[in-house]
Nanobody
Framework: VQLQASGGGLVQAGGSLRLSCVAS????????VGWFRQAPGKGDDGEFV??????????PYADSVKDRFTISGDGAKSTVYLQMNNLKPDDTGVYCC???????????????WGQGTKVTVSS
């Protein structure tokens, strides 16, 4: 599976962006897509943002984005969207989409990682 993320950009605090993740190649019948973000200057592995199980519809979110971000999937287009509203400077980072079998906060459960798209939120 190849993943391509897009939709990042520069936005003022309080604004919105919609990220897209397009999957191509062979996908499993049980399929989940998630988003992780890496804040600038942080040397950790990044933070879980949200995920969606495209079979069950379950959508776990990080507490920091709950009620502001919405993840959704379009199976016909093999695309997952992350609608981000009321953006804050702390949301700044590179957002990567990932895929695996389960919609989980655990990064080690995802075996496909796409290139990231950069999101910058100015104050």
């Amino acid at each position: 599976v190849q993943l391509q993320a897009s939709g990042g950009g520069l936005v003022q605090a309080g604004g919105s962006l919609r990220l897209s993740c397009v999957a191509s190649g062979r996908t499993s019948s049980r399929y989940a897509v998630g988003w992780f973000r890496q804040a600038p200057g942080k040397g950790d592995d990044g933070e879980f943002v949200a995920a969606i199980n495209l079979n069950s519809g379950s959508t776990p979110y990080a507490d920091s984005v709950k009620d502001r971000f919405t993840i959704s999937g379009d199976g016909a287009k093999s695309t997952v969207y992350l609608q981000m509203n009321n953006l804050k400077p702390d949301d700044t980072g590179v957002y990567c989409c990932v895929s695996g079998t389960y919609a989980t906060r655990r990064r080690d459960m995802y075996n496909n990682w796409g290139q990231g798209t950069k999101v910058t939120v100015s104050s």
